[in-house]
């Protein structure tokens, strides 16, 4: 009972400036009813207009300790968050400037605790890799058999066939890293479209090109390994596939601003306006509602990409789509310029 308090203070901000205005609204009504008492000689003892002063005076503490310090330190909290330099006080802050802004601020602790969010992808890519069980030795061994067989017939298309795959697979399945170099994503993709050659034979080009001889600063920065590739896949399987004529693969590589920009176009058979409506909605989703989907096939999709590069590097970065029916689709790729090694594993 000695440590209940007689006055409980109000949490949010918000609440407080009411209360600071109604208080006031209550101490001008006080004075103005002190005035009128003493005008009709009902105050004898001019010691009660000392009261509205001390309560001024109070409501003032009130208002600069309980309104005007809170506040200044969330604006501070908050130039230090538009700057880049910390999030984590907002959570700790124990006066909220509204309701709204204190829900606001746990749902966005949830999705950017990178420590949960890092650790679900990790585990997502686990049940893939034991969802795929491939032994990549008896893989490696089961084509390096089959290019032997072949160079001893003297079919040498047969046997680049299997070393450009054995290399894919070894890209793909070993050493399983966050980031890698632009130039090793490329010649994994290069490989890939090397493979897929066999098939379409000359209706299939690609051709890869860097916006103002940016390519040494380019393949230089590290981005999330097999980002490229899906896209080019998607590209082939879904618009190029199904195309009358000739096609054409254009990648074009430019660093502007901080940020690398990866644009994978096609002149494929393009999206529906529905379609892409609904993709680009998804896309545009924040990364932790993707966590638990994306069972697209033929391989890793665009949303499963998409989600990879928000949880590594943020929502500003991903994929954007457009795309015209019967002309092709356009797949921009937005990365922070990272040329540190960073944590590989």
């Known amino acids: 009972m000695a440590n209940r308090k007689w006055f409980i203070e109000p949490k949010y901000i918000e609440t407080r400036v009411y209360t600071f205005f109604i208080l006031s609204f209550v101490l001008t009504l006080l004075t103005l009813f002190l005035v009128f008492l003493s005008h009709f000689g009902r105050i004898e003892n001019e010691l009660w207009f000392f009261l509205p002063l001390i309560l001024l005076v109070a409501l003032f503490f009130y208002g600069y300790y309980h309104i005007y310090k809170p506040y200044k330190k969330f604006t501070h909290l908050l130039q ?12 700790d802050l124990k006066n909220p400037l509204s309701k709204e802004f204190e829900q606001m601020d746990n749902r966005l602790a949830q999705i950017l605790d990178s420590d949960i969010l890092m650790s679900v992808s990790k585990r997502q890519a686990q049940y893939l890799a034991l969802q795929n069980q491939i032994n990549p030795h008896f893989l490696y061994n089961t ?23 054995a290399t894919f697979f070894r890209y793909t399945i070993s050493h399983v890293q966050n980031l890698v170099p632009l130039s090793q994503e490329l010649e994994n993709t290069q490989n890939y479209f090397f493979i897929q050659q066999y098939r379409f ?58 940020r690398l920009l990866i644009s994978v176009k096609d002149n494929g058979v393009g999206m529906e306006e529905t379609t ?70």
């Not at 084509?143 to 795959?165: F, K, Q, T, V």
Request: aromatic share 4%; glycine share 8%; proline share 2%.
């Open 80 to 91: 230090l968050f538009n700057s880049g330099q910390t999030y984590s006080h907002f959570t």
């Open 201 to 258: 034979g000359d209706r299939l080009s690609m051709k890869v090109s860097f916006v103002d001889n940016c390519e040494n600063d380019a393949l230089r920065i590290r981005i999330p390994k097999l980002t490229l590739q899906p896209i080019v896949e998607n590209a082939i399987v879904h618009g190029l596939e199904c195309k009358k004529g000739n096609g054409l693969l254009t990648i074009n590589i430019e660093v502007f601003d901080s």
């Open 143 to 165: 084509l390096e058999g089959i290019r032997a067989e072949a160079l001893i017939e003297g079919n040498h298309s047969i046997s680049s066939m299997c070393e450009a795959l």
């Open 276 to 345: 892409l409506k609904k993709l680009r909605d998804d896309l545009s989703k924040e990364s932790s509602d993707h966590i638990n989907s994306s069972k697209e096939h033929g391989g890793i999709a665009l949303l499963n990409v998409n989600n990879r590069i928000k949880l590594l590097f943020g929502e500003r970065y991903g994929l954007d789509v457009t795309s015209c029916k019967g002309l092709g689709t356009d797949v921009t790729i937005s990365l922070p310029c990272e040329y540190k090694s960073g944590e590989d594993s």
